[in-house]
C-alpha cells in the first residue's frame, strides 16, 4: 500500500486537497480541539451557521449550542475515551433562524490531541433532495408532454384558421362572414396560448453577464405601472452581488410572472406588501448540481395564500385558481430557471407566500456570502 502523500497527485498540498475535498461536502462540518473550540470549519458549516471561517476560527462552539450543559456531558464522555462517536437530535441557535434541530453526529478522532469532528445535517436535507430531484423529473415530464401537446394543436390550427379564411371570401354576406372572423379570432387566441406554453424551449437563449437588481428594478417599475402604486414594493438587496449569466429578456419574464401573480393576490387585502430580497448561497445543489455560489431571488407577498387544492400543483401547466388565469405563468417561469440550470421553489400559508429563484452564479466569486434568511 502507498502512503497517503502517493494519493495525492504530484504538486497538490495534501492540505489543500484535503480542505477542497471538506468545502465540497454538503455536510456541515466542524474541527474542535480538546476544549470545544472550532479549528475549523468547511464552507457547508459557514452557510449553514451564518458566520465565515474567520469569525469562527479559535471561538468555543458552545455559543451555537442551547443546551450547554447537555453538550458538556457528551464532551466530557468523549474525552474519558467512553465513546468514539455518538449521534444525536441537537439543538443550535442559527443565524436568522433561531433555534433549530440538527442531526448531530460527535466523533472522537483519538490520538494526544483529542480532537473531535461535529457533523450537523439539517433533518429534512434529504427530503429537501429528493423532492428537487422529483420537482426536476416531473419537469422534464411536464415539458416533453406539452412540447408534443404543443405541436399537435398548433398544426392543424393553421389549417382551420385558412379554410375559415377561403369561407370567408366565398360567404355572400356580411353577417355570415362574422362566424368566420370568430373563428379566426379564436384560432389566432389558441395558437398564442400553445406559443405561450412551448416558450422558452422553442426560443433560443441569449445569455450575458446582467446585473439582476437591474432587472428586478425594472419589472418593478412594471408592476407599479400596471397596478398602480397601492401595494407597496420593497426591496431588500445584497448589493456585493456579482453578476448573473443568464438571458437577461427571460429572467425579467420569470420575475413579472411571479410579481404578478403576488401583485393580482393582494388585490383588496389590507396593507398589501411585496418584497424582493437577493442574496447569495454557498456550495449549493441546484438540480443534481453543485455549485460554490448560487443567487437568490426571493420574492415575498403577505396575500390570503396560494388555495389549498392547487398548492402543490402551482407549476403543472393550466392550473389556475384565479377566474381568468390561464395558468401557465409559473410553469413558463419554471422552465426559463430549468434552462438556466437553477431551481425555483415555493412556501406559502395565509398571509405569506414565497417564491425564491435560485440560479448559479458562475461568474464571480465572493470571500463570504450572505444569506437568504438574514
Ligand atoms: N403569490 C401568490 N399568492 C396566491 N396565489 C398565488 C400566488 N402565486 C400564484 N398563485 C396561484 O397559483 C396559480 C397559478 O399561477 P400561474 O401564474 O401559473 O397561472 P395564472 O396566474 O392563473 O395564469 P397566467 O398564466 O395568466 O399567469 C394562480 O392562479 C394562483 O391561484
Ligand atoms: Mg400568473
Not at 427530503?127 to 415530464?141: H, T
Not at 379564411?165 to 356580411?174: D, Y
Amino acid at each position: 500500500m502507498g502512503s497517503s502523500q502517493d494519493f495525492f497527485f504530484s504538486g497538490e498540498q495534501p492540505a489543500r486537497v484535503a480542505e477542497d475535498l471538506v468545502d465540497c461536502l454538503s455536510t456541515a462540518l466542524l474541527y474542535l480541539d480538546s476544549k470545544g473550540k472550532i479549528l475549523f470549519l468547511n464552507s457547508a458549516s459557514e452557510t449553514l451557521l451564518g458566520y465565515s471561517k474567520t469569525q469562527l476560527a479559535g471561538t468555543s462552539v458552545k455559543r451555537f449550542v442551547v443546551d450547554k450543559a447537555l453538550f458538556d456531558d457528551i464532551f466530557f464522555e468523549f474525552k474519558a475515551g467512553q465513546s468514539s462517536s455518538k449521534r444525536m437530535q441537537l439543538c443550535w441557535i442559527i443565524l436568522g433562524r433561531g433555534t433549530v434541530e440538527l442531526d448531530t453526529t460527535l466523533t472522537h478522532i483519538g490520538g494526544e490531541m483529542s480532537h473531535c469532528v461535529i457533523e450537523l445535517v439539517e433533518r429534512n436535507q434529504g427530503l429537501q433532495i429528493s423532492r428537487e430531484e422529483w420537482q426536476a423529473d416531473m419537469a422534464a415530464a411536464n415539458q416533453a408532454l406539452l412540447r408534443n401537446l404543443g405541436h399537435e394543436v398548433k398544426n392543424p390550427l393553421g389549417g382551420i384558421r385558412g379554410a375559415a379564411q377561403l369561407l370567408g371570401a366565398e360567404l355572400p354576406e356580411t353577417s355570415l362572414r362574422e362566424y368566420t372572423q370568430v373563428i379566426i379570432k379564436e384560432a389566432d387566441r389558441l395558437k398564442a396560448l400553445v406559443d405561450r406554453i412551448l416558450f422558452p424551449t422553442e426560443t433560443k437563449t441569449l445569455k450575458t453577464p446582467v446585473n439582476i437588481h437591474e432587472l428586478t428594478d425594472r419589472v418593478k417599475k412594471l408592476i407599479v405601472s400596471e397596478f398602480g402604486g397601492g401595494t407597496a414594493i420593497k426591496v431588500d438587496y445584497d448589493v456585493s452581488i456579482p453578476e448573473v449569466i443568464c438571458d437577461s429578456t427571460q429572467i425579467v419574464q420569470v420575475l413579472l410572472n411571479i410579481l404578478r401573480n403576488a401583485a393580482q393576490a393582494l388585490k383588496n387585502r389590507k396593507n398589501p406588501q411585496i418584497i424582493i430580497k437577493t442574496r447569495i448561497a454557498r456550495q449549493i445543489t441546484l438540480r443534481r448540481k453543485r455549485y460554490p455560489l448560487a443567487l437568490q431571488v426571493a420574492i415575498k407577498d403577505n396575500g390570503p395564500g396560494i388555495p389549498e387544492d392547487i398548492k402543490s400543483q402551482v407549476f403543472y401547466p393550466l392550473v389556475s385558481g384565479t377566474c381568468n388565469g390561464h395558468g401557465i405563468g409559473l410553469t413558463v417561469a419554471q422552465k426559463i430557471v430549468h434552462a438556466h440550470g437553477g431551481l425555483i421553489d415555493c412556501v406559502s400559508r395565509p398571509g405569506l407566500t414565497q417564491f425564491v429563484i435560485n440560479l448559479p452564479l458562475t461568474n464571480g466569486k465572493l470571500k463570504y456570502a450572505s444569506r437568504l434568511d438574514s
